[in-house]
């Protein structure tokens, strides 16, 4: 095996050429090791408290009853050690928390790209890529390895080995944190069979933090129940994409004018405020996504969503879900402009849709002033 340090310039010098903004190396713990990395030790906790809601991939365990999550070493047993990838996606473009107009929508902004190229726009499709090139460029240059690629969908915490693989520091928001590049960072990772050096101790990087807690008195919905703690079940990332059905009547009124995910933890972030534009070509904003008026998101039907979404994270949320948020978030913009279209999804055959217009409309009747007005419905 190569000297440490020239296995670290290397795996970062082909991470550039794939396309990433930084690459590191997080050995996996054996057995009786784990405390290295005491943030695993949340994790079972965290799946205790319920903190997960109803996302059931994340509480999977084997056969002895142990969280798949809470150590690679049950979930990929060959795995030795991690290389994580990070890929910057800040978009010169507005904030969630910047005045905007009170008929416009909020999506994600990692869901902003995933133009119909024919080329794949989605993050996860365009960082899957660039770990393969990466993988094989590897191959070539250490010889042939047990090796297996993920973007999200590892059954790994990847912010834990993002840490320890210098990628940056878990903020409070429970985001990675870069001290120049903040926290609008994608993560990839590889599992790799090999016993790779682990980044120097010393540069696993410093939790600058410090007595900071804008992220936690922002949130709307009081997700972040404590610092580097959320319970995902409240946060609106959760409660947009993730969560099937109705979404808990107390939760609605918070979400504003989030339609898909949220990113204000991150936009309130002293971090982010001097982050460079990322200028990665195909991760390029799609500016319809900015901001969107809602009335354009109430009128997609299944073919336009499809059209629309295609090559992009919003299909997650499918279009049933989606409408159902765009009639939160019409609710709680209290403008009278909506009142058809609410009334045409309350008495639509969609029963998760027909209740939040009810909802959307019962709130709107508080905020027009005019209690006891009763619509047609
Ligand atoms: C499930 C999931 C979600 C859930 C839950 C989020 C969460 N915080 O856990 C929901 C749907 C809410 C979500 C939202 C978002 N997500 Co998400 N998500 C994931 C996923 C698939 C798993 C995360 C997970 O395992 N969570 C479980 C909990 C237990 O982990 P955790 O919050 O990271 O908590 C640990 C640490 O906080 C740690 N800890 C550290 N220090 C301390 C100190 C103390 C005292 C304590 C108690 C704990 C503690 O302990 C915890 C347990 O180990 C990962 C991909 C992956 N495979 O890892 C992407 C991932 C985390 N998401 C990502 C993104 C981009 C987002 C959003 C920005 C999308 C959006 N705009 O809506 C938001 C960000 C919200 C936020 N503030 O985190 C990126 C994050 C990149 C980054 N820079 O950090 C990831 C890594 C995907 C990727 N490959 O790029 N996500
Ligand atoms: S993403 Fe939004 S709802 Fe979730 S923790 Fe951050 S501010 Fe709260
Ligand atoms: S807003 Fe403040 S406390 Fe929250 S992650 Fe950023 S620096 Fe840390």
């Keep these: 095996m190569k000297p440490a340090a020239v ?25 009786g090791e784990e405390a290295d990395y005491p943030e695993l030790g949340h994790f079972e906790p965290w799946i205790g408290l319920g903190y997960a809601g109803e996302m059931e ?7 002895a009853n142990r969280l798949l999550r809470s150590s690679l070493r049950i979930a990929v047993p060959w795995a030795r050690s991690v290389i994580v990838c990070a890929a910057n996606y800040n978009a010169d473009a507005p904030k969630s928390i910047d005045p905007a107009p009170a008929e416009s ?34 191959q070539q240059a250490l010889g042939p390895f047990l090796s297996r690629c993920y973007v999200d969908t590892g059954p790994l915490v990847e912010r834990i080995y993002a840490k320890y693989a210098g990628i940056g520091w878990i903020g409070k928001n429970t985001c990675i944190i870069d001290q120049k590049l903040g926290s609008w960072l994608f993560l990839g990772v590889i599992l790799t069979g090999l016993e790779l050096p682990s980044t ?28 580097y703690e959320m319970d995902a079940s409240l946060c609106i990332g959760y409660l947009t994409i993730e969560k099937r059905g109705s979404i808990p009547e107390p939760l609605r009124s918070q979400m504003g004018r ?44 299944a073919e336009s969503f499809r059209k629309l979404f295609r090559q992009s994270p919003v299909q997650r949320a499918k279009l049933g879900g989606l409408l159902r948020n765009v009639a939160i978030a019409m609710g709680n913009s209290g403008l009278e402009e909506y009142l058809p279209k609410l009334r045409e999804w309350a008495a639509g055959s969609d029963p998760v849709l027909a209740e939040a217009a009810q ?19």
């Design 105 to 138: 929508a909020w999506i994600a902004r990692y869901a902003w790209t995933g133009q119909d190229s024919g080329q794949p726009s989605d993050y996860h499709d365009v960082l899957l890529a660039r770990l393969k090139k990466l993988e094989q460029s590897l």
């Design 7 to 31: 296995i670290h310039d290397q795996i970062a010098t082909l991470a550039h050429e794939a396309g990433f903004s930084k690459a590191g190396i997080a050995p996996i713990p054996s057995p």
């Design 258 to 301: 989030q339609v898909f995910g949220c990113d204000i933890c991150q936009d309130v972030c002293p971090w982010n405020r001097r982050a460079p534009v990322s200028g990665d070509e195909e991760l390029a904003v799609r500016p319809d996504l900015v901001n969107p008026a809602l009335s354009w998101l109430a009128e997609l039907d």
């Design 359 to 377: 909802w959307a409309l019962a709130r709107s009747e508080g905020a027009s002033g005019l209690p006891g007005e009763t619509w047609e419905l």
């Design 200 to 227: 120097d101790p010393i540069q696993v990087p410093e939790d600058r933090c410090g007595s900071c807690t804008r992220c936690i008195d922002a949130c709307p919905t009081g997700a972040l129940v404590a610092p």
């Design 57 to 63: 991939y994340l509480k999977r365990r084997d056969e």
